[in-house]
């Protein structure tokens, strides 16, 4: 099955430009490790145009029904690999399945940053969280960490101090990064402890957490007994799938002109993964992918690779 454009991601991105895609008519498939993305993190999503305020739940399933009305596939797999092939199609390697398209559109967004410390990856699932929004509610009466300095960490902080008896919130440094008010509102809460220039080393348990150890500014390593540990210390992009089909900026992220386009014709690229926007928003994402997907219908067009489309946009 030759498709006309693979979206890879299945966040805001991705089911926009799959909504587009099949207005034009194109036999798309989306392929997405997790529905809805990084909205799955969020919880009432209040800066959408039509909406005042929405679920991340509701918006994400409105998006995803419309994409499937319009005709698209949607397969829940991680991609692993892409190739182009010499005959200028790309070959999508995704679990043990390999598909073809004329086209293909990387909406593959921002994962959160790991703290890189023992203990963590193994329990990651077990105490160790990247959402205080998601996990946040299973630590009623308990004691938890968040780690962070911004408005992220920050923010999580403040929930979790309306659910859990106590709240430690470690930082590196004493430079915090979020919003003044935020900052105060955290300071002012009885049952958050701010730790600043304090290292975590460890994140100690048997098969569920138990503690952190860290080391402070003198050098001297203590520990604290917890029973979460929320990790909020930014996103990252995780393009090395691409990095030979690609240029990427310092970040990481994937360099776009203003079609989407990258440098590997026939492949476009949209969202949070992008060098485009500073402001990593939904409506940001869902406009870009928009182009995106219109870009890879005109690059089928040009090339007569595709029938006119006898819809409007
Ligand atoms: C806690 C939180 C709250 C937020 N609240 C808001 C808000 O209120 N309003 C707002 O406008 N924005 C908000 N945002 C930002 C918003 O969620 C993002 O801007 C938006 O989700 C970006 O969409 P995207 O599709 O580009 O990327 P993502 O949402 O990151 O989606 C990318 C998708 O691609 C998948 N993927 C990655 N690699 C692969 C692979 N190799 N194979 C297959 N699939 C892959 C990922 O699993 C993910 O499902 C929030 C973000 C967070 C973290």
Same mark, same amino acid.
């Given at each position: 099955m030759l498709y006309d454009i693979i979206i890879i991601g299945s966040g805001p991105a991705g089911l926009t430009a799959a909504i587009f895609s099949t207005r034009r008519e194109m036999k798309t498939l989306v392929i997405g490790k997790e529905l809805g993305?990084? &909205?799955v993190w969020a919880s009432e999503i209040e800066n959408y145009p039509g909406f +005042?305020?929405?679920s991340n739940f509701e918006f994400i399933e409105r998006l995803h029904d419309q994409a499937l009305s319009f005709g698209a596939e /949607? +397969?829940?797999a991680e991609v692993v690999r892409l190739e182009k092939l010499a005959d200028e199609t790309f070959k999508v390697y995704a679990g043990k399945e390999e598909f073809l398209a004329k086209t293909v559109v990387l909406t593959i967004g921002l994962s959160p940053r790991r703290l890189a410390v023992a203990g963590e990856i193994e329990l990651s699932g077990h105490g160790v969280s990247y959402?205080?929004?998601c996990d946040g509610p299973l630590y009623k009466? +308990? /004691?938890v960490a968040v780690i962070g300095g911004g408005n992220s960490a920050f923010d999580s902080a403040e929930m979790l101090s309306k659910i859990a008896d106590q709240v430690y919130l470690i930082h590196r440094n004493q430079n915090f990064k979020a919003f003044e008010s935020l900052i105060t509102e955290v300071k002012e809460r009885k049952n958050i402890t701010i730790l600043a220039d304090t290292v975590v080393k460890e994140i100690v348990g048997d098969s569920k957490v138990e503690k952190i150890v860290y080391e402070t500014i003198d050098g001297k390593t203590n520990e604290v007994s917890v029973d979460g540990v929320f990790i909020e210390i930014g996103r990252i992009a995780h393009t090395d799938l691409v990095a030979d089909l690609v240029d990427r900026d310092d970040r990481?992220?994937? &360099? &776009?002109n203003n079609l989407m386009e990258t440098k590997t014709s026939g492949l476009f690229a949209a969202g949070d993964v992008t060098d485009k926007s500073e402001y990593k928003q939904i409506t940001v994402a869902v406009g870009q992918a928009t182009t995106a997907a219109l870009s890879a219908y005109k690059y089928l067009q040009t090339r007569n690779q595709i029938k006119k489309s006898t819809t409007a946009y």
């Open positions: 993305g990084q &909205v +005042k305020s929405i /949607i +397969k829940t959402c205080a929004n009466g +308990k /004691i990481l992220q994937i &360099v &776009v």
